[in-house]
């Protein structure tokens, strides 16, 4: 290697490699961090779109937290410019640590505490911070070792930092998440990014650190290396263990799909619990009211032909094979996932009365919307059996333009059933759904039906929103037509256990006792759903 000494305005930097090569370690270290940061950027996003939900707004409070907390970290790394090289590497050692920690620690509140929000907005201020003080003093450094004009510097930098974050972007949804999981994942970025600093800082800028702030690096970042690498080696313990916190004792499958946490819970069919990303969906205890409230008013006419939009779990499956005239049922889910567990676990299987089984039940894996889009039709029903709207992926299942294509769906007489959440503790939500199901060109009927109050599900802040629901859930029967459809039972309607005239004629005033003023529809360019309190 070869002494190099570069005399420049803001002191000279003695590094034993040339100043050319100097300028490329710089900037891959800036590559190399840039893509960690946007790692911990996106799993904070994710992570608490899963724990707390409603994603936009998740996201919103993370990147603009993040950003503001940017721009006070680079009016403090003004203190650090004289000190560059051990205050980057210290800033990289704790960007490492919070960074690589932070979803084990936002799980870990969400697990025990019931609350993540607060410790969300901490790490994004945190990390917020120690990014944004990276770049003023790399600017610092590869002054130093390369003269440059100002604009050609800056150019670099960001350069190296836009292009590690695409590939830190990318990495995140088509590596990192599918392979290493959300926890084990940030724990090996944040290792990867305290190896990056520390070799830049302890190898290149070596002569410019004294004894004393050279072991001081030395020591932080195999402490931090060190205990990101534990808490790898313990990822699989402390997982069983949360997961026990937040679904209890009786866990019998935790699955990570392509699409979601699939977590089925209970000793058998009586006590099963379905759990989707930390959300309860299914409740053994209490499944059949809703299943047969869903199902049976769509049943009364015409009904040879069904479409179950989602409802993987066959439950919605299971009602509408009772019928012995209907002829063919579509079941389209988009994570087979799913309907895999829903064919070969035993509880859930037996839960569903072996629904797949049928040779009447086809399977499809899709996104219901864009299946829709290729042009489905000649169903006598239609059931929407999907989680409650809320600005998320789902949003779009609950928007005009996606009951405009059920209703090109509809044979002539066909009817739609979708579920809206429950009218009284959520009623803008379900009065938008109705406005959204009429927007399509369809005469509606809302009705409802209460709920016992059972709790909370995933976390005492987390209420469910199908099964265990605390009030009640909410539905839209629909037609074509400028006459809404009537409310009732088939006369070869199977014997129910919950449901009958009686029950309907007053799911009618549970739903009407809450409306709402005329609420706009929901469309894709314009959705309407958020969180209600």
């Known amino acids: 290697m070869i002494d190099q000494q570069v005399s420049l305005r803001g002191g000279a930097a003695r590094i034993p490699v040339r100043p050319r090569t100097g300028r490329l370690l710089v900037l891959a270290a800036v590559f190399v961090c840039a893509a960690c940061g946007l790692v911990y950027e996106l799993e904070l996003v994710s992570l608490a779109s899963y724990l707390i939900g409603d994603s936009v707004t998740q996201a919103s409070v993370v990147l603009s937290v993040m950003v503001f907390a940017m721009g006070i970290g680079s009016l403090l790394a003004k203190r650090l410019r004289s000190h560059a090289a051990v205050g980057f590497g210290l800033i990289e050692a704790g960007l490492a640590l919070i960074g690589g920690s932070s979803a084990l620690v936002l799980y870990a509140s969400f697990a025990w505490i019931g609350e993540s929000r607060f410790a969300l907005v901490g790490f994004s201020l945190a990390i917020g911070v120690l990014i944004g003080a990276e770049i003023p003093l790399l600017m610092t450094l590869i002054q130093r070792v390369d003269r440059q004009d100002a604009g050609g510097t800056v150019a670099d930098l960001f350069a190296a930092d836009y292009v590690g974050a695409l590939v830190g972007g990318l990495a995140f949804p088509f590596l990192l998440l599918p392979v290493l999981g959300q926890l084990t994942g940030a724990l090996l970025t944040g290792m990867i990014n305290a190896a990056a600093g520390g070799a830049l800082v302890l190898w290149v800028f070596r002569r410019d650190l004294t004894p004393r702030s050279r072991w001081l690096l030395i020591l932080v970042n195999v402490s931090v290396i060190a205990l990101l690498a534990t808490a790898t080696v313990l990822d699989d313990d402390f997982e069983r263990a949360a997961r026990r916190a937040v679904y209890g004792d009786e866990v019998r499958v935790a699955v990570q799909t392509d699409v979601q946490e699939v977590v089925l819970t209970g000793t058998g069919r009586s006590s099963l619990d379905l759990y989707l990303d930390g959300r309860l969906r299914v409740s053994a205890r209490d499944e059949r009211r809703y299943h047969e409230a869903l199902v049976h008013p769509a049943m009364d006419g015409r009904h040879a032909r069904v479409l179950i939009l989602g409802g993987g779990d066959g439950l919605a499956a299971r009602e509408v094979l009772r019928y012995p005239d209907v002829r063919s049922v579509t079941l389209v889910e988009i994570d087979p996932g799913v ?76 009817r739609l059933v979708a579920h809206g959440g429950p009218p009284d503790t959520r009623p803008r939500t379900f009065w938008t759904v109705e406005a959204s199901v009429r927007a399509a060109g369809l005469s509606t009927r809302p009705y409802g039906i209460s709920g016992r109050r059972t709790g909370f599900a995933a976390g005492p802040d987390r209420t469910t929103d199908r099964a265990k629901a605390p009030h ?47 609420q706009a529809p929901s469309t894709l360019v314009h959705p309407r759903y958020w969180e209600e309190p």
């Open 339 to 414: 309907t895999r567990l829903a064919r070969t676990d035993p509880a859930l299987s037996a839960l569903n009365a072996h629904a797949y089984r049928d040779p009447r039940l086809t399977a499809v894996t899709a996104d219901a919307f864009n299946w829709l889009r290729v042009g489905h039709g000649g169903y006598d029903v239609v059931i929407s059996d999907l989680p409650d709207p809320g600005i998320t992926a789902s949003t779009k299942l609950y928007s005009a333009e996606f009951y405009g294509l059920i209703a090109e769906a509809l044979a002539p007489g066909g």
């Open 472 to 518: 009640g859930w909410g539905f839209v029967l629909a037609r074509p037509g400028p006459r809404a459809p009537a409310l009732g039972l088939s006369p070869r309607a199977p014997k129910l256990r919950s449901l009958t005239e009686g029950v309907l004629a007053g799911a009618a005033r549970y739903a009407q006792r809450g409306r709402l003023p005329e």
